[in-house]
């Protein structure tokens, strides 16, 4: 089957014991992947959390997000009334990132193998916690110096409704789930794909309780 025509909505594609999903050209989803091993990296968040605790960020024009964000790595995406960077030290604390750690690197590393992307360096992680009503509009994640990088994306937590639009705004939107463990990889073709979160459903998660997280690992700088 060609990868460009399959998606999810019509087919999975099984490789071995894990579901492979094409979502787009270069990009996949790997359903459960980070499933075994949820409650580590769930604590390994936590302590990036207790020392750059998450907040709330005004974007230009004036509007706060309603998703609550922090960062770990090298670098770390910031907002404000001004736009959209990234920075090497946390704007509340003056300090640096906490590093990225090594259980969450190397998930980062070997998913975005998977998906054909050998090498990825990840020195941003970028974590977004939902709770229900918190969306994402459609945008493009091109504050990224380096395009050649894919984007790998974790979520945890609450299921949500992803939508992957086109390379212009008003392209049609297709929408599907991300659930807890899931693993998102895309570059090449469709690194700069319009992409957002309908807002989150009410729920309650045995491991999260009414929280979705998701972890976006990319190479910045
Ligand atoms: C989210 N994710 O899933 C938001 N961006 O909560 C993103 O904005 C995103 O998942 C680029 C690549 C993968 C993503
Ligand atoms: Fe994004």
Redesign the pocket.
């Known amino acids: 089957m060609n990868a460009k025509n399959s998606y999810p909505e019509q087919s999975g594609q099984l490789f071995g014991d894990e579901e492979r999903i094409a979502i787009a050209d270069s990009a996949w989803l790997f359903r459960g992947y980070a499933l075994e091993q949820a409650s580590e990296i769930v604590e390994a968040v936590r302590s990036v959390l207790r020392q750059a605790p998450l907040r709330q960020m005004q974007v230009p024009g004036g509007h706060w997000m309603s998703v609550r964000t922090s960062s770990c790595g090298a670098l770390g995406w910031v907002s404000d009334s001004r736009g959209y960077r990234y920075a090497s030290e946390d704007p509340l604390s003056g300090r640096d990132w906490p590093a990225i750690p090594p259980l969450l690197l190397a998930l980062a590393c070997s998913g975005a193998a998977r998906a054909g992307f050998e090498g990825f360096s990840p020195d941003a992680c970028l974590i977004?916690c939902?709770q229900p009503g918190a969306k994402?509009g459609l945008?493009q994640?091109r504050d990224e110096r380096d395009l050649g990088s894919p984007?790998v994306?974790l979520?945890l937590g609450l299921p949500?409704t992803?939508m992957f639009g086109g390379l212009k705004r008003r392209d049609p939107v297709r929408r599907f789930p991300?659930l807890h463990g899931d693993l998102?990889v895309?570059g090449g073709p469709s690194r700069l794909v319009y992409?957002g979160?309908a807002p989150l459903k009410a729920g309650e998660h045995p491991l999260m309780g009414a929280w979705r997280i998701?972890l976006?690992f990319r190479h910045a700088g």
């Open positions: 977004n939902y994402m945008h994640d984007i994306s979520s949500a992803f991300l998102m895309w992409h979160v998701n976006t």
